[in-house]
């Protein structure tokens, strides 16, 4: 059993230059008379029995205590039944350091952890102190198989092509190559042409050209009121004072069965009004109403939605990765790795004082895409 | 036993047959279904020799253990919340016990989470300890993986557990950042519409994939699904497949062990599978598992229930994805947006693509080929199944520190919003730092770690050269007293002269004797040129006659001088260098 004084093998054991390794640097050193070029391994050192080994005491000390920890995991599953079916899951109780937190799930990952920790740290305990100690040293071979091993295995491939015929009908080699280099064709073919439709038009529109922009689908322009979300009420101009902000959402896209968020991530608008002497663009005025102004939410940089307003620099920024946009420059880009402006809406009131768009969107929404500038 | 004529009572008569010792009816009934299966398929001796494989113990091959029971116990846990997870963006209004969202309009998925973690008993602990386990599965791989890289343990011939490795990395990743995306609250939402965003940019097909993938327009009521049986069928298939091959190759190729007295390239010193390596192993399950329950039960990870649900036009503050994504969107808020072109009115999003879609897999492509490219460069061609101290590697190490350091600058880059307000720096300045430190830190980390080594090295060599004195006191003939130094290693010191000395490889002449250019000149000049930046300045172990020289001019001191160690061996032509396979 016990081979640890015994290293016989090995090129490193016994004086050096026996063994077969050739170095990288052969010759680095050169040695001189009788004194070998590398240092011997000195062989396994003496094995050193523990205290169970020796004393009986010892032992019978190391026993008990792996069987408490073995009993200790018993009592964990012993508990975890019991609170399984005492502890309501809602109810929820305070601890200090964590603050309020679920009963039951406490409860339940504690006796778990105590049942699992019992087994593990009571079998190494009873490896550690019981089991034998000492090393046993195996034989390490090279991986590699014989020549004959391997001669025999191309042998047996040319024996197979050639009483398969295969090399003396070439037009079986390549048609079968052709069939098998065919037949996945069908089912990508399937995946890949079933997963989804076409986009066509669908991402440089949204909601508000009209009405749902999804693909296939080519909504005709109307005026839409500005609507608050999530109350989908309408938003009249003399409502929304300087420094406010609102989110709005096309009119009639709440009301739609289905698509919602479709829709919803590309129509999303921040509405806000600042001084008119503020602005500083013209078209970002113009496209106003009366310093009230109308950007697309979607980031362009990978389209989170631009959700944090400051009210005292007019920045917006983009939680994701930190793109800020200055409303009064016409929401250009002033930090971060978004490289456009967010896309303004055109607004202006209708007869009843609402605020309605006057124009969709005049440039896609949301993030850049190849065909983006088509 | 006794056949004497005065017999004791409890002895033997003629003819009386001496009690076996049985074994004991367990035993009979275990020896018995063994045999039946034995019978049925000869089990007995791969078994057999697997019982007695021994396996070399150090704590840093417990780290691809983690790795391994916390798979498993993702595994087990993931089990369990398919029983009450629903699949599906279907719309449904909340009526569950957490009183906050009752009424809420909200996807089935986001619902049913919201059940497991308040209506089904024991459902929040399951939940926590599988979310807590793929965290502790990513992190115990990546140091698995240092573990493997700055030992060497991947050289001949374990680079194709190296390459298995590197994939299993990917495919963890991947799995990781579906399930984090199923629950369909508004993080998770989030996560997957910067993720529609990443692959929108692809040039060329990059709608025709959105639509493909989220089956038309994003969000739509397709990628849920799809992500769940990604997330429960397809990759944990692909994980749980290559992990075998991965461990069965372990097993194949036995398990490499640190160096010390006793071991050699041609032996495994260790313990036996029965009993002692299966207590501690299987033991070390039950703890990291118990470990994981503990975690579970006290610390809360993803309180879905406080984000809400997935709303495309709703977001909040300090939008986070788990770690191991982090490095690519530190990327992403690195990259400057006049990264974006336009060429003939098409986009190129250089500002986004790179760092979403190709960092990912350039990183465990230039992994995975790691092996093969410091093969080449060394020449060494052999078996190596002794580690490697990492000081004893120089370069290779300082390579790994400015690996980690460039990804670290990454993952810390994705936080630079969380710091910029922890700190109360500027986040602009945050962002710069990270930029210039990007390029910076990494060859920085480099050329400190490779300086580290080498003085180790040297530190290693003056211990062997002058370390022991033995206090005896000599008389030369000539009259002269000295100290006697023993020319004799201790023990513990042959781990500080066991590695193998090395040297650059040395150029073939560009043209052959007769003036003919070599063909692969160019070739083997980069190979040349790799060769020396790995080892020219190499320090070398002790060798006998150094020592012996140390001690025969007893009072002076060596120089030990890197260049004149390297410097003064031949380096060995790549030729010979090929040679040594056996
Ligand atoms: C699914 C994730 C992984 C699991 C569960 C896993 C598990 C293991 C286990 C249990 C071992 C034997 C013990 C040890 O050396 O620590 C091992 C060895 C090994 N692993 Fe992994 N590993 C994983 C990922 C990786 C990765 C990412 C790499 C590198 C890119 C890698 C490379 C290796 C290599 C080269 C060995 C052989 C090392 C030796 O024998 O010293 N593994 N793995
Ligand atoms: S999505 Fe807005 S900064 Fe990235």
Sequence with gaps: MNEQDTPTHGSEVGPTGHGTAVRLDQGHIIGDGGIPERFSNPGLPVHVPRAADLDEDAARRAEKQVTTLFGISILGTLLFIVLYFLIDVEETIYVPGIGVTSASNLALGVTLALALLGIGFGAIHWAKTLMPDHEMVEERHPLRATDESRDRVVHEMREGGNSSQLTRRPFLKYTLGGALGLFAVPLVLQVAGSLGPMPQKSLSLTFWHGGPSGPGQEPEFRPLRLMRDPENTPVRADEVTVGSVYHILPEGLLDLEEGVLEEKAKAAVLLVRLQEDEIQSEKQLDWGYQGIVAYSKICTHVGCPVGLYEQVTHHLLCPCHQSTFDVTRDCEVIFGPAKRSLPQLKITVDDEGYLVSEQPFAEAVGPSYWERGQ | ?582
């Design chain 2, 1 to 582: 036993m006794s056949t004497a004529p005065t017999r004791p009572a409890d002895a033997l008569r003629e003819g009386d047959r001496p009690a076996e010792s049985r074994p004991g009816a367990a035993a009979r009934t275990v020896g018995g279904v063994a045999g039946w299966v034995d019978d049925r398929t000869g089990a007995a001796k791969p078994v057999g020799y697997l019982m007695k494989k021994v396996f070399p113990d150090h704590w840093s091959f417990m780290l691809g253990e983690i790795a391994m029971y916390s798979m498993i116990v993702c595994l087990l846990t993931g089990a369990f919340l398919t029983f009450w997870f629903v699949p599906s963006a279907g719309h449904t209004i909340y009526d569950g016990s957490y009183v906050p969202l009752r009424g809420v309009s909200m996807s089935e998925a986001y619902a049913s989470t919201l059940n497991i973690s308040f209506d089904i008993k024991g459902g929040l602990i399951i939940r926590q300890i599988h979310h807590w386990s793929a965290l502790m599965f990513i992190v115990a791989l990546v140091v698995h993986m240092f573990r493997v890289f700055f030992t060497g343990a991947f050289r001949k011939p374990r680079e194709i557990n190296w390459a298995i490795g590197s994939v299993l990395a990917l495919l963890a990743i991947i799995e990781g950042f579906a399930g984090y995306s199923l629950p369909d609250d508004l993080l998770s939402g989030t996560g997957i519409r910067a993720m529609q965003g990443f692959v929108q940019t692809a040039p060329v097909i990059g709608t025709y994939l959105v639509y493909a993938i989220f089956g038309g327009p994003f969000p739509g009521e397709m990628i849920i699904p799809r992500l769940y049986s990604a997330h429960i069928l397809l990759i944990p298939a692909l994980l749980v497949g290559l992990f075998t091959a991965h461990i069965g190759l372990v097993f194949l190729q036995k398990h490499t062990q640190y160096p010390g007295p006793g071991r050699t390239e041609k032996n495994v010193v260790g313990f036996p599978v029965m009993p002692v390596y299966a207590a501690k192993a299987g033991g070390f399950f039950f703890i990291v598992f118990g470990i994981l329950s503990l975690i579970a039960a006290v610390v809360q990870i993803n309180p879905i229930w406080a984000y809400g649900p997935y709303d495309p036009s709703a977001v909040t503050a300090g939008s986070q994805p788990d770690w191991y994504m982090g490095f690519a969107d530190g990327a992403l808020r690195l990259l400057p947006g006049w990264l974006e072109f336009e060429i003939f009115g098409y986009t190129l999003s250089m500002n986004i693509f790179p760092g979403a879609l190709l960092l990912l897999p350039l990183v465990y492509v230039v992994l995975g080929v790691y092996p093969f490219l410091e093969r080449w460069v060394t020449g060494d061609n052999r078996e190596h199944h002794l580690l490697q101290r990492p000081r004893n590697s120089p370069v290779r190490t300082g390579i790994g520190m400015a690996a980690i350091t460039a990804y670290s600058v990454l993952l810390f880059a994705s936080g630079n919003d969380i710091m910029a307000i922890k700190l109360g720096m500027s986040i602009n300045d945050l962002t710069w730092f990270f930029r210039i430190g990007f390029f910076v830190l990494p060859p920085l980390a480099f050329w400190v770690t490779k300086r580290i080594c080498l003085s180790l090295q040297r530190r290693d060599r003056d211990t062997v050269l002058h370390g022991r004195e033995t206090g005896t006191i000599v008389r030369t003939p000539d009259g002269r007293f000295f100290e006697r130094h023993d020319t004799e290693l201790t023990p513990d010191q042959w781990i500080l002269v066991q590695h193998e000395p090395v040297a650059p490889l040395e150029l073939e002449p560009a043209v052959d004797e007769n003036g003919v250019a070599r063909p692969a000149a160019r070739k083997d000049r980069l190979r040349a040129r790799l060769s020396r930046f790995y080892f020219a300045d190499a320090v070398n172990p002790v060798t006998p006659a150094e020592l012996a020289a140390a001690h025969y001019h007893g009072e002076e001191h060596e120089a030990i001088e890197p260049s004149e160690t390297s410097a003064s061996g031949g380096a060995a032509p790549i030729e010979s260098a090929e040679a040594g396979r056996h």
